[in-house]
Nanobody, 123 residues
Framework: QVQLVESGGGLVQAGGSRRLSCALS????????MGWFRQAPGKEREFVGV????????RYADSVRDRFAISRDNRKNTVYLQMDSLEVEDTAVYYC????????????????WGQGTQVTVSS
């Protein structure tokens, strides 16, 4: 059974940086596109970005493009979300997810989900 475990969340000041990690176990990591999503208090979960299985292509939500970057290490079965120039509005629980589609942009395309890690950005 595929399991995803996020780490790296915490409290960070506005303008700062944070890197989240997500480790996959119980499956072949290179078989999956890996996405990041987030859910802010009182809001629906939203797409942040995705990276294809090879790492050669990514897509991002407009709200994070140019500030966030997704990478992956298929040898370590881990995907990363580098977050720079953080804003208070980035405060959310961040989830990673795995999908067998090539470049999934919608939540319904993802089969496996992590439990999430909280990122809080203070002003």
């Amino acid at each position: 059974q595929v399991q995803l475990v996020e780490s790296g969340g915490g409290l960070v000041q506005a303008g700062g940086s944070r890197r989240l990690s997500c480790a996959l176990s119980g499956g072949t990591f290179a078989n999956y596109a890996m996405g990041w999503f987030r859910q802010a208090p009182g809001k629906e979960r939203e797409f942040v970005g995705v990276i294809i299985w090879s790492g050669h292509s990514t897509r991002y939500a407009d709200s994070v493009r140019d500030r966030f970057a997704i990478s992956r290490d298929n040898r370590k079965n881990t995907v990363y979300l580098q977050m720079d120039s953080l804003e208070v509005e980035d405060t959310a629980v961040y989830y990673c997810a795995a999908a067998t589609q090539v470049l999934p942009l919608e939540q319904k395309e993802y089969r496996y989900w992590g439990q999430g890690t909280q990122v809080t950005v203070s002003s």
